[in-house]
């Protein structure tokens, strides 16, 4: 069995810029949950993706966008980069929108 | 507003004994509770979990004590390994208010010293 996966591991942008994360769920799973960790704090909930339609949002704002294809991954992207963007990216997925959720090794993100 | 809260940003425990990790939480719609652990460079591994209904679960040497009315929960490990070495963190859900975001704290970093 597969577990979740996440492309890239290390990233590096300049501010403006916009950046694609991706993210396989396990095999079996289809549900997304992604979440964004900064230095010294917990996981914050971006957004969730259930069945390719978003299924709960968090507080972020519109830059952050999500889409989850029929074969159950996802995809993050955040549009107008801003130095506070600079994180750990964690995508987990889940059997239905309401188990348990698997992370993936995330993507960390350094915007300059 | 943090509404799961982990306290002690550290812990220190000797081989063998016990380590007891606490979380407390503000909202009284969390009703499932999570407990995982994450290693540098490495996404958060799900450790042990406890619905409201119950006030314990346990899992070969991981048991998860709820405490519903004070609004805490803890994490007890026995015994300790070097192995065990790594943050904690607790999470919360409100599962039954339609809404399966998890609500994370900010994470205990547990050293067992051999």
């Not at chain 1, 492309?7 to 590096?12: A, D, E, N």
């Not at chain 1, 300049?14 to 095999?27: A, D, F, H, I, K």
């Not at chain 1, 968090?58 to 506070?84: I, K, M, T």
């Not at chain 2, 979380?23 to 499932?32: A, E, G, L, R």
Request: hydrophobic share 30%; with cysteine.
């Amino acid at each position: 069995e597969t577990g979740v996966t996440q492309s890239p591991t290390h990233l590096i942008k300049t501010r403006g810029q916009q950046v694609t994360l991706r993210c396989s769920s396990q095999s079996g799973h289809n549900t997304v949950s992604w979440y964004q960790q900064a230095l010294g704090q917990g996981p914050q909930f971006i957004f969730q993706y259930y069945r390719e339609e978003e299924n709960g949002r968090g507080n972020f704002p519109p830059r952050f966008s999500g889409l989850q294809f029929p074969n159950y991954s996802s995809e993050l992207n955040v549009n107008a980069l801003e130095l506070d963007d600079s994180a750990l990216y964690l995508c987990a997925s889940s059997l239905w929108a309401s188990e348990t959720q698997y992370f993936g090794p995330g993507t960390r993100l350094l915007v300059l | 507003d943090q509404q799961v809260k982990q306290n002690s940003p550290s812990l220190s425990v000797q081989e063998g004994r016990i380590s007891i990790l606490n979380c407390d939480y503000t909202n009284s719609m969390f009703d499932y509770f999570l407990w995982y652990k994450k290693y540098p460079a490495e996404g958060p591994t799900f450790l042990i979990s406890i619905s409201s209904i119950k006030d314990k679960n346990e899992d070969g040497r991981f048991t998860v004590f709820l405490n519903k009315s004070a609004k805490h929960l803890s994490l007890h490990i026995v015994p300790s390994q070097p192995g065990d070495s790594a943050v904690y963190f607790c999470a919360a859900s409100a599962q039954q208010g339609g809404s399966e975001k998890l609500v994370f704290g900010k994470g205990t970093k547990l050293t067992v010293n051999p």
